[in-house]
């Protein structure tokens, strides 16, 4: 079973439409998050809930909107999708305990806008 | 405050011979220490994680890292060189600061040659 899912793996679409992330996690964590990794593989958190209260929300454009439902999903919404905004979205989560905060990631999504 | 600097952008060994990808890492408080793996078009898979037990990790894939405190290091090493090791590495740091705070390196791209 796969850990963190999200859907699609690949999206291609033209700017100034709307698209959604999909992401669900069956590791019972109780943290969120979405990272966006650019052109040269730099990893940048956008946003972090945790028990679906947002707590990080680093400097994103506003068209960018997390949903998270309940603790086990955590969706991405962009609006007005700008060329800039091609990059591989990566979902991922993580319980804090006794061993830190390990990050457990899934598989990415390829998003280019043309 | 924290930081984490991995001191090269890319690696280039041959199959057989030993891996060392350097990461020097700065921190206020005691931190946790982790190394992923990013094969092509695919999500970050956990390698290994330091979190105050033993300074020598072993990981997956016959990868070790071991945590320097003195000389606030956490390299990642392998004997011997495969060429399914070809991948991006990200050195990871994360503390505890009243919430958890978890900073990214820049990746380190591993070229393994036949």
């Known amino acids: 079973d796969t850990a963190v899912s999200q859907t699609p793996k690949y999206l291609v679409t033209q700017m100034g439409n709307d698209k959604s992330i999909k992401c669900e996690q069956n590791?019972?964590?109780?943290?969120m998050y979405w990272y966006k990794q650019d052109s040269k593989k730099f990893l940048k958190i956008m946003f972090s809930y945790n028990n679906k209260e947002l707590i990080i929300n680093e400097t994103v454009p506003n068209r960018f909107s997390p949903k998270s439902p309940d603790k086990a999903h955590l969706n991405l919404h962009i609006n007005s999708l700008e060329l800039g905004d091609s990059a591989v979205y990566f979902c991922?989560?993580?319980?804090?305990?006794?061993?830190?905060?390990?990050?457990?990631f899934g598989e990415g999504s390829w998003l280019t806008v043309v | 405050a924290q930081s984490v600097t991995q001191l090269d952008s890319h690696v280039s060994v041959s199959e057989g011979t030993p891996v060392l990808l350097r990461c020097n890492y700065s921190?206020?408080?005691?931190?946790?220490l982790f190394w992923y793996v990013q094969h092509p078009n695919k999500g970050l898979q956990l390698l290994l994680k330091y979190t105050s037990a033993a300074t020598l990790v072993k990981g997956i894939n016959g990868f070790e890292a071991e945590f320097k405190k003195s000389e606030t290091s956490f390299h990642l090493t392998k004997p011997s060189a495969h060429m399914s090791d070809a991948a991006e590495y990200f050195c990871?740091?994360?503390?505890?600061?009243?919430?958890?705070?978890?900073?990214f390196g820049a990746g380190t791209r591993l070229f393994v040659k036949a």
């Open positions: 921190s206020s408080y005691s931190p946790s």
């Open positions: 990871v740091v994360s503390t505890n600061t009243g919430g958890f705070k978890t900073i």
């Open positions: 991922a989560s993580s319980q804090v305990g006794l061993s830190g905060n390990t990050i457990y």
């Open positions: 590791l019972g964590h109780d943290t």
